[in-house]
């Protein structure tokens, strides 16, 4: 694993690339609301996905100085379009430098920006995963989401689970959006083995779509 410094506008992001040998594309994480890119859950699903083939990437969506901010008011975690626009243009910095297909995998929070960013540059992004994801934070960008997009919803969080079904009929549905509930789950995926199986969901989506 490598630590980069991604140009985003007139700040620096801090992220962590991984590489194997003869990646077949790279995933780009975007984290959770109060989160980072040295979280477990991320972290763990990233090297599963390494393990599958896939370049990974993992980043702060704030600087040191906007976290310290955003821990005391919670204002920057949920200005999705602050987070979209960095995301699109840490995606284009990885086209730049030929990484072959890009996926996102957004987590919370981070599932509004993967699918903002995603509408915003159709194209450049291949497939999306959402990890107990808020796509209703999309708003009007769901209809506008062409890359295949997998919602991965835990069994047992009922209001985020009824939050995605709604947002799923607001998608394209010809573009091959899917549903997907882990039995047992929580929110956060803790319980014994649902973290696998969400790694394991998301290298058979990226490995089908990218």
């Known amino acids: ?29 975007a984290h959770g609301s109060g989160s980072g890119r040295h979280s477990p859950r991320n972290r763990m699903v990233a090297a599963a996905l390494n393990e599958a083939g896939f370049g990974t990437l993992l980043f702060d969506l704030l600087t040191a100085e906007e976290e310290l901010e955003d821990r005391r ?62 796509p209703d934070l999309a708003a009007g960008a769901l209809k506008e989401v062409r890359a295949p997009t997998l919602l991965l919803i835990g069994g047992r969080d009922l209001e985020v689970l009824s939050l995605n079904e ?14 997907v509930v882990v039995p047992g789950a929580g929110h956060l995926f803790e319980e ?8 394991r969901l998301s290298a058979e989506w990226f490995t089908a779509n990218l």
């Open 192 to 199: 014994p083995g649902t973290l696998e199986e969400v790694a």
């Open 166 to 179: 709604r947002a799923l009929d607001r998608m394209d549905q010809s573009a091959g959006h899917r549903l």
């Open 73 to 134: 008011t919670a204002r920057l975690r949920f200005d999705v379009p602050l987070l979209a626009g960095r995301l699109g243009q840490v995606v284009a910095w990885v086209r730049e430098r030929g990484r072959g297909p890009t996926g996102l995998f957004g987590a919370s929070t981070g599932a509004a920006a993967a699918l903002v960013a995603a509408a915003a540059v159709p194209g450049h992004v291949g497939a999306v995963v959402s990890r107990g994801g808020r």
């Open 1 to 29: 694993m490598t630590g980069v410094l991604l140009p985003v506008g007139t700040v620096r992001l801090e992220g962590d690339l991984a590489e194997p040998p003869g990646a077949r594309g790279l995933i780009v994480f």
